[in-house]
């Protein structure tokens, strides 16, 4: 099936940093989705974007958390600072027209 | 609040048997069902999924049933493989475009050959 590719598979760094996140969405997808996994838990939605736009985003996308995809590139997501209660897998997700999903494989992130 | 439950959270079938994993919700908005598999370091990958104006899809050995009245819906696997192997989420949505998932905690599902 389609593929989303996801940059880096795993990430550390120091409370307090910025990290920023990539995804490479499959080529003619036009929504793109971000959501957070903590380890033994479901997971979350946290935002989704269409058009340059954040489209809806859920209570865990806080103030320090941002997307963006400039120019056709990867969809990103930054966040600055970080805090331990970041550390989580993130899953990114494409979609062509709104409808079925498809994920990345996540990005690990610890936050220490 | 939990407004999508699964069950089991972990089953072991034989191989060759028939799986039945199960779930329910609670928001009667809900109209998008699909169910992802997941191998240990991938992503999710849509398996088969549902609207609620349907009671069964089937994809090959796959088939989901959705009860409205019950808000329940349910993944049937027939002729288990143990390439099957793997957690199986189902997710929810409002809005079949452009809403957001809401996923259960999953079903880690083993295939004893």
């Known amino acids: 099936g389609p593929k989303v590719l996801q940059i880096p598979s795993h990430q550390i760094i120091d409370m307090g940093q910025m990290v920023t996140l990539n995804c490479d969405p499959v080529s003619n997808h036009l929504y793109f989705y971000w959501y957070k996994q903590i380890l033994g838990q479901q997971m979350e939605f946290l935002v989704n974007?269409?058009?340059?736009?954040?489209?809806?985003k859920s209570k865990l996308f806080k103030d320090q958390f941002s997307v963006e995809r400039p120019d056709g590139s990867y969809f990103t997501l930054k966040i600055q600072p970080t805090a331990l209660e970041d550390s989580a897998v993130y899953f990114c997700a494409s979609s062509p027209s709104g409808d079925e999903q498809y994920f990345g494989p996540g990005t690990r992130l610890t936050v220490l | 609040q939990q407004q999508v439950r699964q069950s089991p959270q972990s089953l072991t079938v034989w191989e060759g048997g028939t799986t039945v994993l199960t779930c329910s919700y609670e928001?009667?908005?809900?109209?998008?069902f699909p169910w992802y598999q997941q191998f240990p370091g991938e992503g999710p990958a849509l398996l088969i999924s549902?609207?609620?104006?349907?009671d069964k899809k089937e994809d090959g050995r796959f088939t989901t049933f959705f009860n409205k009245r019950e808000k329940k819906l349910s993944l049937h696997i027939i002729d288990s493989q143990p390439g099957d192997s793997a957690t199986y989420f189902c997710a929810a949505s409002r809005n079949y475009n452009q809403g957001k998932l809401i996923f259960g905690q999953g079903t880690k599902l083993s295939i004893k050959p």
């Open positions: 549902i609207l609620s104006v349907s």
């Open positions: 974007f269409y058009n340059g736009k954040v489209m809806e």
């Open positions: 928001d009667s908005t809900f109209n998008y």
